[in-house]
T-cell receptor
Framework: NAGVTQTPKFRVLKTGQSMTLLCAQD?????MYWYRQDPGMGLRLIHY???????AKGEVPDGYNVSRLKKQNFLLGLESAAPSQTSVYFC??????????FGPGTRLTVL | TQLLEQSPQFLSIQEGENLTVYCNSS?????LQWYRQEPGEGPVLLVT?????EVKKLKRLTFQFGDARKDSSLHITAAQPGDTGLYLC??????????FGTGTRLKVLA
């Protein structure tokens, strides 16, 4: 039982490049979330999903897309990375909106 | 936009001291959670409070939810170096998602 895992752990991109962050959970949770964490700003919700095949925008969705093709996976895509997207990205899952279990994070730097 | 302001932003204290961290909002929340995050890791849930005025204790940590469900506090008694970390509050406005506070970074010196 690995909980929530995130791939990759670190990544450096050049402006304009694209990438996908993968989140996987093995707890059979319905809800999954993508957050970004910046100094002094806590965690801000990017997108979330309340079930397989469904996604919704959070607080800061611009520049990101997501997909939830399988219940256990939630993908976060950056189509054209910008320096403002330099951040630490956290994925979380929960059982019907209750306790959120977080992954270890992905540290992304956009040059 | 709903905001959760935490104070203080930074706190450095000696081992054995007591401290209180505050989480305030102008919005009402159906529940509120407190998390602790250590460097290089994701946040880990400490407690969830759901009733106005509720007080929960977790060993040396005491959590209180305000009567109006707009604010919360975390009190640590006799802090230890192991309490060092980033403390985050998160409020649920009644939807599927939580609004996170700005965080309080605590350092306890031995």
């Amino acid at each position: 039982n690995a909980g929530v895992t995130q791939t990759p752990k670190f990544r450096v991109l050049k402006t304009g490049q694209s990438m996908t962050l993968l989140c996987a959970q093995d707890m059979n949770h319905e809800y999954m979330y993508w957050y970004r964490q910046d100094p002094g700003m806590g965690l801000r919700l990017i997108h979330y999903s309340v079930g397989e095949g469904t996604t919704a925008k959070g607080e800061v969705p611009d520049g990101y897309n997501v997909s939830r093709l399988k219940k256990q996976n939630f993908l976060l895509g950056l189509e054209s990375a910008a320096p403002s997207q330099t951040s630490v990205y956290f994925c979380a899952s929960s059982l019907q909106g209750g306790t959120q279990y977080f992954g270890p994070g992905t540290r992304l730097t956009v040059l | 936009t709903q905001l959760l302001e935490q104070s203080p932003q930074f706190l450095s204290i000696q081992e054995g001291e007591n401290l209180t961290v505050y989480c305030n909002s102008s919005s009402v929340f159906s529940s509120l959670q407190w998390y602790r995050q250590e460097p290089g890791e994701g946040p880990v849930l400490l407690v969830t409070v759901v009733t106005g005025g509720e007080v929960k204790k977790l060993k040396r940590l005491t959590f209180q939810f305000g009567d109006a469900r707009k604010d919360s506090s975390l009190h640590i008694t006799a802090a230890q170096p192991g309490d060092t970390g980033l403390y985050l509050c998160a409020g649920n406005p009644g939807t599927y998602k939580y609004i996170f506070g700005t965080g309080t970074r605590l350092k306890v010196l031995a």
